[in-house]
């Protein structure tokens, strides 16, 4: 957890500076490099956003198939609790 003495409390990870200084004095942090460095390494090992493969056709079929289905049952439903 970063420390700045000047400011005499302890600053978030992502509150502090890129250079390691505090955002309030603007002095060096006690362990400012090393939540930089943390950081910079969260950041980097996050995989790129890679775009979805699109939809098969034949999930898209499955899924007009269950519609179809459940508004007959639906129907089926509504006939019997009238009839
Ligand atoms: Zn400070």
Same mark, same amino acid.
């Given at each position: ?26 002095? &060096?942090?006690?362990?400012?490099? /090393? =939540?930089? %460095? ?25 899924? &007009?198939?269950?519609?179809?289905? /459940? =508004?007959? %049952? ?10």
């Amino acid at each position: 957890m970063p420390w700045c003495t000047d400011c005499d409390r302890f600053l978030s990870p992502s509150s502090v500076r890129d250079d390691g200084t505090c955002p309030h004095c603007g002095r &060096a942090v006690e362990g400012g490099e /090393l =939540a930089v %460095r943390a950081r910079e390494t969260r950041r980097s090992a996050e995989p790129d956003e890679e775009p979805l493969p699109p939809i098969p056709w034949h999930l898209k079929l499955l899924a &007009a198939a269950i519609v179809v289905y /459940l =508004a007959w %049952r639906l129907v089926q439903g509504v006939d019997w609790l009238l009839g």
